[in-house]
């Protein structure tokens, strides 16, 4: 997951079935792994998850390869909970670059670096 989950973390997963932009959830791979990932879209054909640090989404994922939604994260054997403001971040970080640009315009100087 990069930016929200750094290895070696673990996860503490629940079972869900209704997965919302933003969250983080852990589902089943193509290969038969796990993968923990953001939703960042729903798709005709399933939904679509990105890792934080990923330039691409993965592969549509089927709704019955969800495994459930991450609700804590361990790591050096500190906890912290997943919470609302972690959807947010996540649900601003699919358009950062937009949200990025929107900042800049209203501060009233030009974004730097932004394309």
Not at 32 to 52: K, M, N, T, W
Not at 82 to 99: E, H, P, T
Request: aromatic content about 6%.
């Amino acid at each position: 997951m990069g930016r929200a989950i750094v290895p070696p973390a673990q996860v503490l997963v629940v079972p869900g079935d209704r997965p919302r932009p933003g969250e983080i959830w852990a589902f089943c791979g193509r290969d038969a792994e796990v993968v923990v990932h953001r939703l960042r879209a729903r798709h005709p054909d399933g939904l679509l998850f990105q890792g934080d640090a990923m330039r691409l989404p993965d592969a549509v994922v089927a709704p019955d390869c969800l495994i459930g939604r991450v609700i804590r994260i361990r790591r050096d054997g500190a906890t912290r909970t997943v919470g609302m403001f972690d959807r947010w971040w996540g649900v601003a970080a699919v358009s950062g670059r937009r949200l990025r640009r929107r900042i800049h315009r209203l501060r009233g100087r030009p974004p730097s670096g932004i394309g």
